[in-house]
């Protein structure tokens, strides 16, 4: 069965440090991955995805993720966290059949000064 | 362009009562997947829409149905309300049904009284 992993249910990092969130997924082929960002009473926000070719992908705001195959996780990574980061972090495998996502159950992330 | 719209924002119903909430999706974009979201199941799906038709569907008593109009606007509806169905209710949109990125709305809250 299709399933994503965020180890982490909440992170606190310092602004301007550096930011690792997990994410692990099981699925029978190469998936398709995505980060989204939620921001209190606000949908979801695509950061990135991968689908296939460089392992190392960018997304906006200045995140990057790389896909390991071998470890069947996608981590999400930003170099110095900002305050506005704070939020909650969502990855996700899909689209399985048609647009259908599987979401982990998020990382909610807070920035202190 | 306009982004994807759901409509109402917030909503407050009592227990038994039927609710009916409102996805227009990004203009030219025909499939929309509906998602519930709750903090302690996290981001469920429930259904997707393309081409007015229901290709697939997530598990999730028949008390809630969809539907999609001819202008790729889906409707979403939940009968004999219960306390747990009190959650966010997220819609997505997405070119195709095969296309991968998927665009989200801010969502309606519902809560059950």
């Known amino acids: 069965a299709q399933s994503v992993t965020q180890p982490d249910i909440h992170i606190t990092v310092s602004e301007g440090a550096s930011l690792e969130l997990r994410c692990n997924y099981s699925y029978g082929a190469t998936p398709y991955l995505f980060w989204y960002v939620q921001s209190p009473g606000q949908g979801l926000q695509l950061l990135l995805k991968?689908?296939?070719?460089?392992?190392l992908v960018q997304g906006i705001k200045g995140f990057e993720a790389e896909f390991k195959r071998s470890q069947s996780s996608f981590n999400l990574r930003k170099p110095s966290v900002h305050w506005s980061d704070a939020a909650e972090y969502f990855c996700?495998?899909?689209?399985?059949?048609?647009?259908?996502?599987?979401f982990g159950t998020g990382t909610s992330l807070t920035v202190i000064p | 362009k306009a982004g994807v719209t759901q409509t109402p924002r917030y909503l407050i119903k009592t227990r038994g009562q039927q609710v009916t909430l409102s996805c227009s999706p990004i203009?030219?974009?025909?499939?929309v997947s509906w998602y519930q979201q709750t903090p302690g199941q996290g981001l469920q799906f429930l259904f997707e829409y393309f081409s007015e038709t229901q290709r697939n569907k997530g598990n999730f008593p028949g008390r809630f149905s969809g539907r999609q109009f001819s202008n790729s606007r889906s409707e979403m509806n939940v009968s004999t309300l219960e306390l747990g169905d009190s959650a966010l209710y997220l819609c997505?949109?997405?070119?195709?049904?095969?296309?991968?990125?998927?665009?989200f709305g801010q969502g309606t809250r519902l809560t059950v009284v």
């Open positions: 996700a495998v899909g689209p399985i059949t048609g647009n259908q996502f599987y």
């Open positions: 203009s030219g974009h025909r499939s």
């Open positions: 991968y689908f296939s070719g460089d392992t």
């Open positions: 997505a949109s997405s070119l195709t049904q095969t296309n991968t990125e998927a665009f």
